[in-house]
């Protein structure tokens, strides 16, 4: 199973500002991105959409108009607002009045998505392009996408993928939720969580990629999310980081590794990244956890 492609890294089909360098775009490993800084105006005619493609609106304020077959809509935008543009619609006219705009753009490849297993189903209702919705959820995750391609992706290509799988499931879940289709149930079993298990431990140092962890079950990788999530109840990459610091905490209390050392061997990519993981989870930093274990050796010492 093959990984999201890269090709395309930056989306920016107005050529906006885009607020993503050359270089922390190539190291972005998921769906192609687009992170830019409106004009206070936008204009374009007529064009149809070239790939699929979710926009949102991160912050600011905009008024918007688009012209569509017969049909032309116009919005007040505020941050959390998205559109979702399907390959082959027409766009007759676009025209945004901006204020202090910023937009998240994200391609969602449909002849790429069998790649990731996200085959849409022949029942299911096709994608439609809707103009303006809210989503909190997917709000979240692109967010958190422009985040980490912005902070040059320290977490990797699982991050990455787990975050575009993500959006490309929930879209489908719109669509089947127009078609009253069920979600999906069944979980992994107890074999294939062990199996997994035992293969993350012994690659924790490597850049693990989703592709990876679904070819070791046997699933796609969007049905291997699907299973994952209902089996553990959390996804793939957090399964991952509470494996490298659960590892990297035990070297801590246990061994003499220096930090640096530890957190290259658990997969983080650097000991600054690794502090932040590690603050987030356990409310100390792992110069804390070293040096509590330096006082109770010296204690056990003068005894």
Not at 121 to 138: C, I, N, V, Y
Not at 184 to 211: F, M, N
Request: glycine share 8%; aromatic share 8%; hydrophobic share 40%.
């Amino acid at each position: 199973m093959s990984d999201i492609p890269r090709e395309r890294v930056q989306v920016n089909p107005h050529g906006e500002r885009s607020l993503l360098t050359a270089r922390l775009a190539t190291q972005w490993q998921g769906f192609a991105l687009g992170w830019v800084e409106a004009p206070p105006k936008v204009e374009a005619g007529r064009s149809e959409v070239g790939r699929t493609t979710l926009a949102m609106l991160d912050c600011g304020y905009a008024q918007a108009e688009f012209a569509s077959g017969r049909k032309s809509f116009q919005y007040d935008l505020k941050p959390g607002a998205m559109g979702l543009f399907v390959q082959g619609t027409p766009i007759n006219r676009l025209r945004w009045e901006c204020r202090n705009v910023r937009r998240i753009m994200v391609e969602v490849d449909l002849a790429a998505l069998s790649e990731l297993g996200m085959e849409i189903p022949s029942r299911m209702p096709p994608w439609q392009t809707e103009f303006e919705f809210h989503d909190d959820g997917l709000a979240a995750v692109l967010r958190m996408m422009a985040s980490e391609a912005a902070n040059g992706s320290p977490n990797g290509q699982l991050y990455a993928q787990s975050l575009s799988v993500g959006v490309a499931m929930r879209l489908q879940q719109r669509a089947a939720n127009r078609g009253s289709l069920h979600a999906e149930r069944g979980k992994l079993s107890a074999a294939q969580v062990q199996r997994l298990d035992e293969w993350i431990h012994t690659h924790l140092g490597q850049d693990i990629s989703l592709p990876q962890l679904a070819e070791l079950v046997g699933l796609s990788p969007a049905h291997f999310v699907r299973l994952f999530r209902n089996t553990v109840g959390y996804a793939p990459y957090h399964h991952v980081l509470r494996s490298r610091l659960a590892w990297a905490r035990q070297q801590l209390q246990a061994g003499d590794l220096p930090i640096t050392a530890i957190a290259a061997e658990a997969g983080f990519s650097s000991q600054s990244h690794l502090t932040t993981a590690f603050r987030r989870a356990y409310e100390v930093t792992p110069a804390q956890i070293r040096r509590q274990k330096q006082v109770l050796s010296a204690q056990h010492e003068i005894r």
